[in-house]
């Protein structure tokens, strides 16, 4: 019985949670232990995504974040200069990933990581790929 109640408790929390507005910038950082990032940064079999390469120098932030917010329960949460981070909710239990975006002479960083939880069960680098997708259909990126 406690342990239900527990779980109605964290799911009552976990649904009313709303996205941060005021976030720092991990766009260069690494990811932590745990297994719930990826990062075009990262060294760490685990963790790594390969290069985005942006065929254009003078493609804008802009631009991608708006591909990026055609993802599944994403929107874009900050655009400044050359970087966007995007918010992605999950449908059910309404967890918020932040999928962060920034330009780098003719790379894009990219970094997707959950804010809660231990695992993501593969839903950052799905993301990650989705996006990867959307930009090369675009032209926007090369393999």
Not at 21 to 40: E, G
Not at 46 to 70: H, K, V
Not at 111 to 126: A, I, L, W
């Amino acid at each position: 019985m406690k342990i239900i109640s527990i779980f109605s408790i964290l799911l009552t929390l976990t649904a009313c949670s709303k996205g941060i507005d005021n976030m720092t910038d991990k766009s260069k950082m690494m990811c932590a232990d745990k297994p719930n990032c990826i990062s075009t940064l990262e060294t760490r079999a685990d963790f790594s995504a390969a290069p985005f390469t942006l065929n254009n120098p003078d493609t804008e932030i802009e631009s991608i974040a708006q591909i990026a917010e055609q993802l599944k329960g994403a929107k874009i949460a900050v655009i400044k200069e050359n970087y966007a981070r995007i918010e992605s909710t999950s449908t059910v239990f309404r967890f918020v990933d932040d999928l962060e975006l920034r330009i780098e002479g003719n790379n894009l960083i990219v970094r997707s990581e959950s804010r809660t939880g231990h695992s993501d069960f593969g839903v950052n680098k799905k993301r990650v790929e989705q996006l990867r997708a959307m930009l090369l259909e675009q032209n926007i990126i090369s393999q």
